[in-house]
């Protein structure tokens, strides 16, 4: 189980013992795995000064908690064609989180033990802050550019009724810069192609005879394109309705057309060089750009590339990690660090609150084996622990030291100083 129990007991004899007794029924039951959980002497200050870090280390921790897993979900969303390698991403100092936890050591380097408590916490809140700061920008930025794609893309889906024709049709296929003459695109059932061919040369006057080709089809029919003087134009129209045949309003612009078209290759190559490379490659069917419903053909230019085949599976060749992602592991790291060394924090103030001074507790991980075995696991700490009722009920007296797991009234309290890490919400 990725779930672990973090809970402290007084440093004498006699709470040594009954350590001791707790690890040999949970070890003789197949209860759990325990381990010794180091933490180090902090300057203690006042009692006051205790209870103040007890409520602000509590508001801290939840907020922790909330960032880890908004960066695992962002993670998650930048992998989207890789969700199976999601987990060897969410690495804590380069090795796999329950790992981190059950070999913490604490970074004297980062946040000195020898400094005041009070500073400790500062220097974690601001790391945290910091790392939300940059998390909310650099998802922002992601996730416009992630939209601006897929409304372009958008443009190419449904059928040849509604899609963009751009990366269909292509200059050869009009007659342009004349003066008389003009091409138009028809949507043509495919039960209907004999009959257009038979008929639209006759829909109206000044049809150039032969002009029709079919250049894409969809599952539902064809464009053609024809040719004809421009002042017959409203004339063909009326008669090509009339016969269940479609004008697709559609002006050829260069110009325009190029533009479409780089500005979908320059958001991609964005997305790519900025944020996505091989593990986050846009791949045909991802969640980001799902495939079109309608598979356009584009006939008689083999060059030119199938609807279906479209720009981002061209562009999804390249490898690498991109920096979003790098930044995600590295502040994912540092900020599940951060987290764990305030659950150590946690333990530390609330056993001097709990145990009182000199400080003498020995904090201890426990790691359930499986869900159905924490009821057994909790009455046999329970039970191990019941001398602390004592303390605890007496500590409870003293209405401004909150203590966790401890409620008057409710019969589901600790004993014993408790923490929990849940992993799997990290799942």
């Given amino acids: 189980m990725s779930e672990f129990w973090l809970i402290s007991a007084p440093g004498d004899k006699e709470n040594l013992q ?18 010794k959980f180091s ?14 870090l007890s409520d602000e280390l509590g508001k801290l921790d939840t907020f922790a908690e909330s960032l880890i897993k ?27 989180l329950t790992s ?10 980062k946040y000195p033990a020898k400094q005041p408590l009070v500073c400790v916490v500062d220097t974690l809140a601001k790391q945290l802050a910091q790392i939300e700061t940059d998390l909310k920008s650099r998802t922002a930025a992601y996730n416009t550019l992630k939209t601006n794609l897929e409304n372009l893309e958008k443009q190419s889906m449904g059928n040849l009724f509604t899609r963009t024709l751009s990366d269909i049709v292509s200059k050869e296929d009009f007659v342009l810069d004349s003066e008389y003459l003009v091409t138009l695109l028809v949507i043509v059932p495919k039960p209907s192609y004999a009959q257009w061919q038979k008929t639209y040369e006759s829909l109206s006057d000044m049809v150039v005879p032969r002009s029709t080709k079919l250049i894409a089809e969809d599952n539902e029919g064809g464009l053609f394109t024809v040719t004809l003087f421009r002042k017959v134009i409203d004339d063909f129209k009326t008669k090509a309705k009339e016969n269940k045949f479609t004008v697709r309003e559609f002006y050829y612009d260069e110009k325009e057309i190029k533009r479409e078209r780089e500005e979908l290759s320059r958001l991609l190559s964005d997305k790519k060089q900025q944020y996505q490379t091989s593990c986050v490659a ?3 069917g991802s969640s980001t750009f799902p495939d079109h419903k ?14 279906g085949q479209t720009d981002r599976e061209r562009e999804s060749e390249g490898e690498g990690e991109g920096p979003l992602l790098r930044w995600l592991k590295v502040n994912f790291s540092e900020a599940f660090i951060a987290w764990i060394h305030i659950k150590a924090l946690r333990v ?12 003498n507790f020995q904090a201890v991980l426990l790691q359930p084996h499986k869900k159905s075995s924490t009821k057994r696991l909790r009455e046999v700490l329970n039970s191990v622990f019941r001398h602390l009722d004592q303390v605890a009920a007496a500590s409870v007296l003293d209405a401004s030291v909150d203590i966790p797991g401890l409620q008057l009234g409710n019969q589901d309290y600790f004993p014993y100083v408790y923490f929990h890490i849940d992993l799997s919400l990290l799942d």
Avoid: C
């Avoid at 981190?100 to 004297?108: C, N, S, Y």
């Fill in 18 to 35: 009954a350590l001791e007794r707790m690890n040999t029924v949970t070890s003789k039951s197949n209860l759990s795995y325990n381990t």
């Fill in 39 to 52: 933490i180090p002497d902090f300057k203690v200050g006042t009692l006051d000064s205790l209870v103040g």
């Fill in 70 to 96: 908004r960066m695992a979900q962002s993670v998650v969303e930048v992998m989207e064609d890789s969700k199976g390698k999601v987990p060897e991403n969410l690495l804590a100092n380069g090795v796999d």
């Fill in 100 to 109: 981190f936890v059950t070999h913490f050591e604490w970074d004297m380097a």
């Fill in 282 to 284: 846009l791949k045909k």
């Fill in 294 to 307: 309608v598979q356009v053909t584009p006939l008689g230019n083999p060059d030119r590339p199938a609807a």
């Fill in 348 to 359: 530390f103030v609330e056993s001097v609150l709990r145990y009182g001074l000199p400080v």
